[in-house]
């Protein structure tokens, strides 16, 4: 496709279960990002992949949160345990191996905690 | 550590006057760039414009222009001509290192 693609678009899922989350970069793109982005808050940054490398993965909030990617193509962010807290819109963005490109964001999922 | 401030929870504009929305940075990196994004209701993420730290000219991009000022570490967000689908929340951000930052946002109101 054209765009970042993720899915699900929404995922209701019950306290204690984990989920997973997926991010189709636009082809090409060897930077990735994941951010969550709580109701009526700004963007928190999660972890950058450079190629399948995640220098940095200190943005993620606990040890129950881990994302892998798959050479320069997909990625998935696991939440383990889910808690509530954990209920918000998980955005992934891509952006083209060179600096200043402009992030290109997807539609997002939406994750409900009961 | 990198930081990004947007102190306007809430602007209101005239439609066709002009608007100026804050964004203040830190960050001890001699090298990175500033995003601006806008986001409609609904909820997808818009580029508007990009500055590098290098830069020497002020970034702009049709009714959008980025008023850099290195030293006082501002890279305001400049909308010409608004218009009624300006109507959203604008998010500064910052790339450095291996992160990028967002501000908390600014809530743009247009008028009719």
């Known amino acids: 496709g054209a765009g970042v693609s993720q899915s699900p678009s929404n995922k209701v899922t019950e306290k204690g279960k984990d989920v997973e989350l997926r991010c189709d970069p636009i082809s090409g793109h060897t930077a990735l990002y994941w951010y969550r982005q709580r109701l009526g808050q700004g963007l928190e940054f999660l972890i950058y992949f450079q190629g399948n490398s995640a220098p940095d993965k200190s943005g993620l909030p606990s040890d129950r949160f881990s994302a892998e990617r798959t050479g320069e193509s997909v990625s998935t962010l696991t939440i383990q345990r889910t808690q509530q807290e954990d209920s918000a819109v998980y955005l992934c963005?891509?952006?083209?191996?060179?600096?200043?490109?402009?992030?290109?964001f997807g539609d997002g999922t939406r994750l409900s905690i009961l | 550590a990198q930081k990004i401030t947007q102190t306007q929870p809430g602007m209101f504009v005239q439609e066709k006057e002009a608007v100026t929305l804050d964004c203040t940075y830190d960050t001890s990196d001699p090298s990175y760039g500033l995003f601006w994004y806008k986001q409609p209701s609904s909820g997808e993420m818009i580029f508007l414009i990009y500055?590098?730290?290098?830069?020497?000219q002020n970034a702009t991009e049709g009714r959008y222009s980025l008023n850099f000022q290195k030293a006082r570490k501002s890279a305001n967000l400049v909308i010409s001509a608004s218009q009624l689908g300006d109507s959203a929340m604008y998010f500064c951000a910052m790339i450095g290192g291996f992160k990028t930052i967002f501000g908390a946002g600014t809530r743009l109101f247009v008028k009719a």
């Open positions: 963005a891509s952006s083209a191996p060179f600096w200043g490109q402009p992030q290109h």
């Open positions: 500055q590098g730290s290098y830069d020497q």
